[in-house]
């Protein structure tokens, strides 16, 4: 396990979820993606904020509400697409595919170890 977080420190890649005690590689990445949904309904949500206090001090309403929401909208959208991508693009990396095999062959085998 060791030779893996190596290699993978040593290509610069470890931008992913890596598990912390007690999770397993699973559960961490459950963890990502319900932390990008989080980052899609907070953007719609700040959108709304600054545009209800923008209403609120420049007696707009509702117009610079609604502006807000799609704001946050296309901003939450914007999030998705690049985590999108940067998804795709681990995916289509060789390099990265065969260390992913290699952490899950070294998972099974500590799975082995265990029992």
Partial sequence: MNKITSEIT???????????EGQTPTS?????????AGGFFSSILSGLVIGLA???FLNTEPWLVVGG????????FWRMIVFSNRIMDQ???PRLLRIARMR????????????
Avoid at 69 to 76: E, K, L, Q
Avoid at 104 to 115: G, N, Q, R, S, T
């Fill in 10 to 20: 040593k290509m610069g890649e470890s931008k992913e979820v890596q598990p912390s």
């Fill in 28 to 36: 961490a990445h459950a963890m990502g993606d319900w932390s990008q």
């Fill in 54 to 56: 923008a209403d609120y």
């Fill in 69 to 76: 929401i799609i704001a946050g909208f296309a901003v939450g």
């Fill in 91 to 93: 995916a289509s990396n």
């Fill in 104 to 115: 899950a062959a070294a998972e099974v085998k500590d799975e082995d170890d265990e029992l």
